[in-house]
Nanobody, 123 residues
């Protein structure tokens, strides 16, 4: 079972990035899946997740209207499209998978984690 995150990098404020998270050994569509991030000196926080089989999605208030979570079931891959990036979005971004019903508030309940990909927003 593995989650492989990629797509991070250096981008200027106002720019865009798309993060990817490829799953192997299990089917993403059977799990709650989400993105979390951790900035230097701060706790890990939830960014966005798909919580249930009906596709219910949730976003942190800080990213609503700018970030979009999606999946490609054929590729068993999770994405996070990030637009209008701000310096405060700078962090290591992690993808995670866990039982249905999980949200953004309890990262410790997710079972599987990717290795993280660094996003730096700076001019």
């Amino acid at each position: 079972v593995q989650l492989q995150a990629s797509g991070g990098g250096l981008v200027q404020p106002g720019g865009s990035l798309r993060l990817s998270c490829a799953a192997s050994g299990f089917t993403l569509d059977d799990y709650a899946i989400g993105w979390f991030r951790q900035a230097p000196g701060k706790e890990r926080e939830g960014v966005s997740c798909i919580s249930s089989s009906d596709g219910s999605t949730y976003y942190a208030d800080s990213v609503k209207g700018r970030f979009t979570i999606s999946t490609d079931n054929a590729k068993n891959t999770l994405y996070l499209q990030m637009n209008s990036l701000k310096p405060e979005d700078t962090a290591v971004y992690y993808c995670a998978a866990g039982p249905w019903g999980l949200g953004l508030e309890a990262p410790g309940e997710y079972d599987y984690w990717g290795q993280g990909t660094l996003v730096t927003v700076s001019s």
